[in-house]
């Protein structure tokens, strides 16, 4: 790409950064944030075995639901995967691997691997299953445990607005998880409702600095109706 203010890509050009085996960071709450046109673009491409970081798994055929329910997603690390009963069937049946995270430490170890710290400490779960597999701390004689950081080869965002630098601009709630996510992916790829012109979002809306932004493509939209009777 010669120039580095230009980061708008095809659909068809985004594609090749999603493969079978990759660890996939989505932006979303509910549903709702989740980039549709990409999700699709992953669904099209039958790409498989994904590791997939996200607040929880949507709806059955709900933004990253869909991912859930055509079984392309083989672990989550999620805090909560209830609104999506294909997850838990399948992670009863041993057909996917989940790991629960308290929706806060979840958002603190995307952030932390945002900024690049070695993790966080929490006292959430000393003296409960929460503690196995993980490091415990002793700071100033109290016991924690060692969050680690949370990253992913890819991630999807959503975004109301983008300037062609990567500047964003997020929809109300649809924010939610967005922004930390997009910190935190070695390749950062934005879905926007709108691409406008460099210069052209008020600095005080911006909420992600394009820094943090690889590419970007032009949202196709999603018919929730359809999504809803599925």
Request: proline residues 4%.
């Amino acid at each position: 790409m010669t120039n580095r203010f230009e980061k708008v890509i095809s659909i068809e050009e985004a594609a090749e950064y999603f493969r079978d085996g990759m660890t996939l960071l989505a932006g979303g709450f509910g549903g709702v944030g989740n980039p549709p046109t990409l999700v699709q673009t992953i669904l099209d491409k039958g790409v498989k075995d994904i590791t997939l970081i996200s607040n929880d798994t949507a709806f059955p055929w709900i933004g990253i639901g869909k991912l859930i329910t055509e079984k392309r997603v083989k672990k989550v690390i999620a805090s909560h995967i209830g609104s999506n009963p294909n997850a838990g069937a399948q992670m009863t049946a041993g057909e996917l691997e989940v790991e629960f995270c308290p929706q806060g430490i979840l958002a603190e170890r995307v952030r932390a691997g945002g900024v690049g710290l070695g993790g966080i400490l929490s006292d959430v779960g000393i003296g409960t299953i929460a503690e196995k597999g993980k490091q415990k701390l002793t700071l100033d004689g109290k016991e924690y445990l060692l969050e680690t950081p949370l990253t992913a080869e890819v991630a999807i965002v959503h975004a109301k607005k983008a300037d062609r630098f990567g500047n964003l601009v997020y929809d109300t709630s649809a924010r939610n998880f967005n922004p930390l996510v997009a910190m935190a992916g070695d390749i950062t790829i934005v879905e926007a409702d709108e691409i406008v012109e460099v210069g052209e979002l008020p600095s005080e809306e911006i909420v992600t600095p394009g820094v943090f932004v690889n590419f970007i493509v032009q949202s196709k939209g999603v018919n929730w109706q359809w999504a809803w009777e599925k």
